[in-house]
């Protein structure tokens, strides 16, 4: 089975380093198609034996992106295409179609309740994305809680599949010299107390929040890890707030098992989570983790993930979990069994068996003109 996956981009996002993790647990042969942005994440995968393709797709309405996905597609006599985020799952269905691809999955990672990949939700991005899912086989759903949103922008049930995301948690497994390295070379103290923060820069991760919550906690040192269009704003908002100088942005990072080893607590405030990745992977660390919004574990039962606590996305609450936490000095759990529920091995298994299901059984070569999918390609 030779699979195609197409992404928007490779920056290290979170439905990147996904990407990134899931690929060497598939059977399949697998490739990658980038539309723009290759970033980092790109020579990771490479360097891990997967080829990557850039589309060197230029704008969203660069529509030539179409043209060479599709000679890509047919050149490279795929059995399934696999798209990731909006563009890549608009542009990469209709190549796909245009292709003649056997099968066609998609998987939507980012899907809030009114924004999807951090931008408001337009009544032209719903028809674009509706028209475009009908040309698949089927949409991968992270969680229960997107798939419950599609089906509200009208998706057919019997077309959504809930996958849940994966983790690696031994990738993530806490090491005390590595966190030690990444506040060196952050220049934040051995002893200090580190709030973190990981995702992307943009509104609705509602970071804001944990720069107000540091403002009274003397002491606290917050750790951003990621990029995106609201960094600017986020820097503007510490130095107004006088706490500029006890908040670190580390940017994109490729090495989060280091960042997340640096500090004493994860916090999220976002309360539009399509799974919450960077709190499972938290959880993986062996850190406290605090968050506002996590579907991953409110599909679990309670007692999975014991060193999660739920917050309001409110800084005077959260300040008050911090402190805490802080007044117990530094604390590493072990992973909960949330971590071994989402193991991405398991992730794998479950898409490979969703490959197997929407490609059909193989057709025999003595069957001449028989109507599987197969045969379409062959």
């Keep these: 089975m030779k699979v195609l996956h197409v992404i928007t981009g490779l920056a290290a996002g979170g439905a990147e380093q996904q990407l990134r993790t899931l690929l060497p647990h598939l059977t399949a ?12 994440v790109a020579d990771a995968i490479r360097a891990e034996g997967t080829p990557v393709h850039h589309l060197g797709m230029r704008g969203n ?35 796909a179609r245009l292709a003649r691809v056997p099968a066609i999955v998609a998987t939507e990672h980012s899907l809030g309740d009114a924004v999807i990949e951090g931008r ?5 991005i719903r028809t674009l994305y509706r028209a475009t899912e009908a040309m698949g086989d089927v ?25 849940p995301n994966g983790v690696d948690g031994t990738a ?20 200090a107390f580190v709030v973190g923060g990981v995702g992307r820069l943009e509104p609705g991760k509602r970071f804001d929040v944990l720069l ?36 670190v942005f580390a940017g994109e990072s490729m090495d989060m098992p280091a960042l997340l080893s640096a500090m004493d607590v994860l916090a999220s405030p976002s309360q539009d989570e399509t799974f919450g990745l960077a709190v499972v992977e938290g959880l993986a660390a062996g850190l406290p983790v605090l968050y506002a919004s996590c579907p991953a574990l409110d599909e679990l039962p309670a007692d999975a993930a014991p060193g999660a606590r739920r917050i309001l996305p409110d800084p005077d609450h959260l300040r008050a979990e911090l402190r805490t936490l802080a007044a117990t000095g530094p604390v590493r759990l072990p992973p909960p069994r949330a971590v071994a529920h989402y193991d991405i091995r398991r ?10 299901r929407v490609l059909g059984p193989p057709v025999p070569a003595e069957a001449g003109s028989s109507s599987g999918k197969q045969e379409e390609y062959q």
């Design 29 to 40: 042969r697998c490739e990658v198609a980038a539309l723009t942005n290759p970033g980092g």
């Design 61 to 95: 309405l660069d529509l030539r992106a179409v043209g060479r996905l599709a000679r890509l597609m047919r050149a490279g006599r795929y059995d399934i295409v696999h798209t990731h985020l909006y563009r890549a799952c608009v542009y990469g269905r209709v190549a």
């Design 120 to 124: 408001r939700v337009t009544a032209g």
């Design 139 to 163: 949409t991968v759903a992270v969680s229960r809680a997107v798939a419950d949103r599609l089906a509200r922008w009208g998706v057919p049930r019997s077309r959504i599949e809930v996958v």
């Design 172 to 191: 993530f497994r806490h090491d005390p010299r590595l966190g030690l390295q990444a506040r060196a070379r952050l220049g934040i103290a051995p002893d």
């Design 212 to 247: 107000h919550a540091v403002r009274g906690f003397e002491g606290a040192v917050l750790l951003l890890a990621g990029a995106g269009s609201a960094r600017g704003t986020l820097e503007d908002l510490a130095r107004v707030l006088g706490v500029e100088h006890r908040v």
């Design 347 to 356: 992730h794998a298994a479950q898409l490979e068996a969703l490959y197997a």
